[in-house]
T-cell receptor, first 113, second 110 residues
Framework: SQTIHQWPATLVQPVGSPLSLECTVE??????LYWYRQAAGRGLQLLFY??????ISSEVPQNLSASRPQDRQFILSSKKLLLSDSGFYLC????????????FGEGSRLTVL | RKEVEQDPGPFNVPEGATVAFNCTYS??????FFWYRQDCRKEPKLLMS???SGNEDGRFTAQLNRASQYISLLIRDSKLSDSATYLC???????????FGKGTRLSVIA
């Protein structure tokens, strides 16, 4: 069966500090991978998606970046966090080439102070 | 027009009630449709896919009207455990990312 893990689950960071969130998928190969953000009381905002290693599409201009160094690993980073980066970050995967559903990780809750 | 629109609610209903959520989408070429459930401070989880002929899963019924670009979710005999936010989700075309509505919040009250 397929599983998705993301970490850390919770973090509190000062403004201007770096960020690294990591996500890995097990039990499948060549998945499509996604990073979403959900601000408090808001809907899901797609940040990045990837259909393959080193293939990243950015949906929203911001101070975040994403990388996919391995087939089943997706990393979200920032060099300098802003207050507005606070939110609930969700990694998700879907079968490659699929029109089917997304499967989400448990999320990483980021508070920038 | 937003890609996926939902009534944000909240819907406050008593246990045992029947409640219906509606959702509209803007892209007439959209290919697949889903309802997700999100509990407070948790990740969204797939509730059910929505098929053209309509489909049912226990107390939950989903319907799709392509002509009107409209999706619905009906919950019968509401339980306290149904309290959550329900997200309408659309796949615009092919292998493109899914588009999420902002969700409809449901509170089932004893």
């Amino acid at each position: 069966s397929q599983t998705i893990h993301q970490w850390p689950a919770t973090l509190v960071q000062p403004v201007g500090s770096p960020l690294s969130l990591e996500c890995t998928v097990e039990g499948t190969s060549n998945p499509n991978l996604y990073w979403y953000r959900q601000a408090a009381g808001r809907g899901l905002q797609l940040l990045f998606y990837s259909i393959g290693i080193d293939q990243i599409s950015s949906e929203v201009p911001q101070n975040l970046s994403a990388s996919r160094p391995q087939d089943r690993q997706f990393i979200l980073s920032s060099k300098k966090l802003l207050l507005s980066d606070s939110g609930f970050y969700l990694c998700a995967w879907r079968w490659g080439g699929s029109t089917g559903e997304l499967f989400f990780g448990e999320g990483s809750r980021l508070t920038v102070l | 027009r937003k890609e996926v629109e939902q009534d944000p609610g909240p819907f406050n209903v008593p246990e045992g009630a029947t409640v219906a959520f509606n959702c509209t989408y803007s892209n007439s070429a959209s290919q697949s449709f889903f309802w997700y459930r999100q509990d407070c401070r948790k990740e969204p989880k797939l509730l059910m896919s929505v098929y053209s002929s309509g489909n049912e899963d226990g107390r939950f019924t989903a319907q799709l009207n392509r002509a009107s670009q409209y999706i619905s979710l009906l919950i019968r005999d509401s339980k306290l455990s149904d309290s959550a936010t329900y997200l309408c989700v659309v796949n615009p075309r092919g292998n493109t990312p899914l588009v999420f509505g902002k969700g409809t919040r449901l509170s089932v009250i004893a």
